[in-house]
């Protein structure tokens, strides 16, 4: 479990599959993925983070705040393709009514600083999809940089992303805080 100074960031589990339905299938959340999440695909996510859990060891974990237990969001580290090359990633998707309160580069910089320390990694990436300015605003607060543009391919459609980069080194984030 990783421990910020508001939230815990841990593993999350069929368990709380109703929390991130929330997430999943509020269609504003979800602008960036062009729709709002079935039953199905809930469950097809959590599974996928379960087996990246099971394969990688990490993946998109639970966000939990501390004062009240509720599960806010997600956040964590997964494998991508970056133009061919597979790079770490540092994702983040939270409930819209904890936006703006600076949640989601609390548990971003908790991750990178577990990719850096923990899984030895010399650089984390944010694939943002172009016009996503809030994510882009996160990522330019750990101290990454625009590095590649690339176009994902998802529900039938080209959507322009551009990779963003930190290295360890130029890293801005709180230091890592486990339990």
């Known amino acids: 479990m990783i421990e910020t100074k508001r939230c815990w960031v841990r593993p999350m589990t069929l368990a709380n599959q109703e929390a991130i339905a929330r997430i999943l299938q509020d269609p504003i959340v ?3 993925y062009e729709h709002a999440f079935s039953d199905d695909e809930v469950s097809e996510w959590i599974n996928k983070q379960l087996r990246r859990y099971a394969q990688d060891g990490f993946g ?7 004062s009240d237990a509720a599960l806010i969001g997600q956040c964590g580290i997964t494998l991508q393709d970056c133009n061919g090359c597979t790079v770490h990633e540092v994702g983040y998707l939270f409930a819209r009514e904890y936006w703006h309160q600076g ?5 971003a ?14 650089e984390v990436y944010a694939i943002i999809r172009e016009g996503n300015t809030a994510s882009q605003a996160v990522a330019k607060r750990l101290g990454m940089q625009a590095k590649t543009h690339l176009i994902k391919h998802y529900y039938g459609m080209d959507m322009p992303h551009t990779a963003y980069c930190v ?12 339990r």
């Open 30 to 32: 979800m602008t960036a």
């Open 60 to 66: 998109l974990w639970a966000v939990i705040r501390k």
């Open 103 to 107: 949640y989601a580069t609390e548990a």
């Open 109 to 122: 910089a908790a991750c990178c600083s577990y990719a850096f320390d923990v899984l030895g990694c010399r």
């Open 167 to 178: 290295q360890k080194d130029a890293f801005t984030g709180d230091s890592l805080k486990t």
